[in-house]
């Protein structure tokens, strides 16, 4: 699996970033992380943003322009990013990595013992 199907939010902490947010803003912010979680790059559109969203582009635009919009960077390539999903992301490549070289490790000793992986 190249890529960890989930990520952990800390609820204390999604709590402070967005305390005075609308139940809507959280909405969309919720949405957009976990579709850039699956799909990477956000489209920089307004009115790709609210189809993800399924809310309609005017009432989308006034709440990413007051909220949500300052959540997300753009990439230089058009696209969408948030910050701290993709350190999120990184971090997790970074552990199956280790964790792989590990396992690596751990059946190389295990081949070492006998030439056939037996004890």
Excluded: H
């Amino acid at each position: 699996m190249n890529q960890s199907p989930a990520f952990l939010i800390y609820a204390s902490d999604l709590l402070t970033a967005t305390n005075s947010w609308t139940p809507a803003e959280l909405g969309i912010y919720l949405r957009l992380l976990l579709t850039s979680w699956v799909n990477g790059p956000l489209p920089s559109d307004v009115r790709k943003l609210s189809r993800i969203c399924g809310i309609p582009t005017g009432t989308f635009k006034k709440m990413w322009d007051r909220t949500v919009s300052w959540k997300f960077e753009n990439n230089g390539n058009g696209e969408l990013r948030n910050q701290w999903l993709e350190e999120v992301r990184e971090k997790q490549a970074k552990f199956r990595e280790l964790q792989r070289e590990k396992g690596i490790k751990g059946a190389e000793k295990r081949w070492e013992k006998d030439g056939r992986g037996y004890a």
